[in-house]
Nanobody, 127 residues
Framework: QVQLVESGGGLVQAGGSLRLSCTTS????????MGWFRQAPGKEREFVAA????????YHSDSVKGRFTISKDNTKNTLYLQMNSLKPEDTAVYYC????????????????????WGQGTQVTVSS
């Protein structure tokens, strides 16, 4: 069983930065493609960014491209999301997710392509 635990959320002013982390436990090695999603109140969960298992292939949604960067450190079993130039519309609960296709060189962008989810971390951007 894989457990995902997010951290790093908080309250920040518009234009500020945060770095989210997602630590994987339950396995000593995590050769999974992973991703970040977010969900604002009253809205559906939406894709933010994804990365292949090695970290070499990444994809970011248009709404965060150029501001957010996803990365993965397999030696630490940790996924990151560096968020810069934050906007009030980035306010949401952010979730990390893992796809169980071991050693996949692809990234995945759909909610139903992910098998494991963290509990989420709140990001609030004030104007």
């Amino acid at each position: 069983q894989v457990q995902l635990v997010e951290s790093g959320g908080g309250l920040v002013q518009a234009g500020g930065s945060l770095r989210l982390s997602c630590t994987t436990s339950g396995r000593t090695f995590t050769p999974f493609p992973m991703g970040w999603f977010r969900q604002a109140p009253g809205k559906e969960r939406e894709f933010v960014a994804a990365v292949s298992w090695r970290g070499g292939n990444t994809y970011h949604s248009d709404s965060v491209k150029g501001r957010f960067t996803i990365s993965k450190d397999n030696t630490k079993n940790t996924l990151y999301l560096q968020m810069n130039s934050l906007k009030p519309e980035d306010t949401a609960v952010y979730y990390c997710a893992a796809n169980s296709r071991l050693y996949s060189g692809r990234y995945y962008t759909q909610v139903d392509e992910y098998d494991y989810w963290g509990q989420g971390t709140q990001v609030t951007v004030s104007s």
